[in-house]
Nanobody, 122 residues
């Protein structure tokens, strides 16, 4: 099984920065994409950023130029560097991996972390 554990959330003032981490454990056959999503109260979960194993990135328009997704393959860790934070960035942030396991190499499966709260407020 794959386990994802996020950390790095917290309370920050507008204009501040945070770095989220997502540590992965468990053996996988291959990775398709890794990403960060967020869900604000009363809203649907939305994509924030994704990165492929080749390093191609994709960002939501609302975070372009402010957030940077990256990964450290040696540490099996995904990051989201967030700068110039705004109150509207307040949400629970989830990491996501789309992977294939050795137990079923023909099926892509989504795995999610438990989420980490980010609150931007003065």
């Amino acid at each position: 099984q794959v386990q994802l554990v996020e950390s790095g959330g917290g309370l920050v003032q507008p204009g501040g920065s945070l770095r989220l981490s997502c540590a992965r454990s468990g053996r996988i056959f291959s990775i398709n994409t890794m990403g960060w999503y967020r869900q604000a109260p009363g809203k649907q979960r939305e994509l924030v950023a994704t990165i492929t194993t080749s390093g191609s990135t994709n960002y939501a328009d609302s975070v372009k130029g402010r957030f940077t997704i990256s990964r450290d393959n040696a540490k099996n860790t995904l990051y989201l560097q967030m700068t110039s934070l705004k109150p509207e960035d307040t949400a629970v942030y989830y990491c996501n991996y789309k992977v294939r396991l050795y137990s079923d190499i023909y099926r892509w499966a989504d795995y999610w972390g438990q989420g980490t709260q980010v609150t931007v407020s003065s």
